[in-house]
């Protein structure tokens, strides 16, 4: 029906009935020019409205005046769902997580009900944020979206690492912690030759902390002092030697001071773990020697202070140094940090269903989605903020460690004492005794 028509279907039946009548032609002017306008109104929705736009290049532009760029792969359809998402997370802020959850799941959404796919099992039918984002009771196998804010990082001690683990006597270095909490580190001490690695003993001079080691670490095997968070203490550690269960030879000290001697009775009730402060940590390794743990010549019976150190030509005073005894220990540090400023978003790939691909070498829809949800949360979210999607496949995991077992056996070398040395004297008789080693009485 046009608008002529819909005028006199309005008008009292005598003045509808006649088309030639005055009032019909008057009529047909107007409803030509509302014809016009509405062709305009129909022109304009189809160059700047983004659900009625069908050209390409006319859906480009209007995407241009919000900063949204389309991928080469993107039809019209695909664009405009990103589009849309993208634009009603920014106008809802786009820095909270409720906006990016909300944005993941109105994309993911759109586009398996445009595609006629499945990218994430069971997401379909969520209807709202806590039905995509956690565990359902009704649905045990449902694995959710998952948004974690300031994930956590393991670092390792470049430090360390540079020169390749290898620590001395009164050896000091900086680690620095740059996540939002402190922290605890794991520590990995390996045994070198001739039980050189004996009572080892690391310290965060920072937190005045220490723990150690009452035994020798042997040769070729690992010290594994890891944390092992007790209720209400997070510093609890346990220790392994190659699997082997260590942890009642660990002791640690709180409030330890350079110089100061430390007794059995200044030991923690259960080992603890040097804590990591935020920013730079100052760190030592030190052998200190303990009773009844056999490491003569291998460690110091009195505690180094602050002003001790390996003797290094024009740089150490004479009296404050030691002559150097080169790496005693192979030494390894890790810890996690909460990273500031930062949120990943996970995505279970588990499974995965979509049409067959036309060829073989052509990427799939679930590709295309992930290109596009990549680019999108790297703009989408406040100034500052690190930003990063995961997508986790499905994975089953089978822990493992690795051991060495020397296959010869290392002796303590005996040494004896030199004894006396005696010769036989007898008495003289005349041509029988030799002159020299007989006595006349």
Wanted: proline fraction near 7%; glycine fraction near 8%.
């Amino acid at each position: 029906m046009n608008f002529l028509a819909g005028i006199q279907a309005l008008l009292p039946p005598p003045f509808a009935v006649a088309n030639d009548a005055v009032l019909s032609e008057m009529l047909a002017v107007f409803a030509l020019e509302m014809e016009a306008i509405q062709e305009d109104i129909d022109r304009m929705r189809q160059t700047h409205w983004v659900n009625f736009a069908f050209q390409l290049v006319d859906l480009e532009k209007i995407a241009a005046l919000v900063g949204v760029a389309r991928l080469p792969w993107e039809t019209p359809s695909d664009f405009r769902i990103r589009l849309l998402t993208t634009v009603a997370a920014r106008l809802a802020g786009a820095i909270g997580p409720d906006e990016i959850m909300q944005f993941f799941l109105d994309f993911l959404q759109r586009s398996e009900a445009l595609v006629g796919a499945v990218f994430v099992p069971g997401l379909a039918k969520a209807k709202g944020l806590d039905d995509a984002f956690k565990p359902r009771d009704n649905d045990p196998l449902f694995r959710p979206l998952q948004l974690i804010e300031n994930p956590p990082r393991l670092r390792r001690s470049n430090t360390l690492l540079v020169k390749g683990g290898r620590v001395s006597y009164l050896e000091r270095w900086q680690e620095t912690n740059g996540g939002m909490e402190e922290t605890v580190p794991s520590l990995f001490i390996t045994g070198f030759p001739d039980k050189r690695t004996a009572t080892p003993v690391l310290v965060n001079l920072t937190t005045q902390e220490l723990i150690g080691f009452k035994g020798t670490v042997a040769l070729g095997r690992t010290l594994a002092i890891t944390p092992a968070p007790a209720e209400g203490d997070s510093q609890r550690c346990t220790a392994t030697i190659d699997g082997r269960d260590a942890t009642a030879d660990l002791f640690s000290v709180h409030g330890f001071t350079p110089g100061v001697p430390f007794a059995p009775a200044d030991f923690d009730a259960h080992p603890r773990l040097p804590r990591m402060v935020r920013g730079a940590n100052q760190w030592q390794y030190l052998s200190v020697g303990l009773y009844d743990v056999r490491g003569l010549d291998h460690f110091f019976f009195a505690i180094a202070d602050n002003d001790l150190d390996e003797g290094v030509f024009d740089r150490t005073f004479f009296d404050l140094a030691l002559f150097p005894s080169g790496p005693v220990a192979g030494l390894a540090m890790e810890w996690t940090e909460l990273e500031p400023a930062s949120f990943e978003v996970h995505v279970p790939r588990y499974v995965v269903m979509e049409p067959e691909i036309a060829e073989p070498d052509q990427r799939t829809p679930h590709e295309h989605v992930a290109e596009a949800l990549q680019l999108t949360i790297s703009k989408l979210h406040a100034g500052g903020v690190q930003a990063q999607v995961l997508f986790d496949p499905f994975v089953e995991k089978q822990t493992q460690s690795v051991r060495t077992n020397l296959p010869w056996l290392r002796l303590d070398r005996e040494i004896g004492s030199a004894g006396r040395s005696d010769s036989l004297s007898l008495g003289g008789r005349f041509s029988e005794s030799p002159l020299g080693d007989a006595r006349f009485e």
